[in-house]
């Protein structure tokens, strides 16, 4: 069992930034791909970016390529999501997610194992 926490959400302007962060319970982390979903007001969870278990690569939605990097430290258990050029469309609860076995680059949310509360992003226009 992994327990993932995000943090790092707020309100910020349109056009600023936000680094999201997920820190998972296990040291085993590094054994996990890892994805980031966004779920705006009323709608279903969205992939955003994913990320494999040793960092080495990675794969995002087209709606945040070049503006959104994912990243992982594996020595600290932690993923992270450096958000910029921040766009009110991106507004929404921003989840980490986590999945077993090999180095994988997963955009569908049913294939993730573990999953974290999720972190409010907020931008004003």
């Given at each position: 069992q992994v327990q993932l926490?995000?943090?790092g959400g707020g309100l910020v302007q349109a056009g600023g930034s936000l680094r999201l962060s997920c820190t998972?319970?296990?040291d085993t982390f590094s054994s996990y791909g890892m994805g980031w979903f966004h779920q705006?007001?009323?709608k279903e969870k969205e992939f955003?970016?994913?990320?494999?278990w040793s960092g080495s690569g990675t794969d995002?939605?087209?709606s945040v390529k070049g503006r959104f990097t994912i990243s992982r430290d594996n020595t600290k258990n932690t993923g992270f999501l450096q958000m910029n050029s921040l766009k009110p469309e991106d507004t929404g609860v921003y989840y980490?997610?986590?999945v077993?076995?090999?180095p994988w680059l997963i955009r569908r949310s049913g294939r993730y194992d573990y999953w974290g509360q999720g972190t409010?992003?907020?931008v004003s226009s």
């Open positions: 926490a995000e943090s998972a319970s296990r705006a007001p009323g955003v970016a994913a990320i494999t995002y939605a087209d980490c997610a986590a077993r076995g090999g409010q992003v907020t």
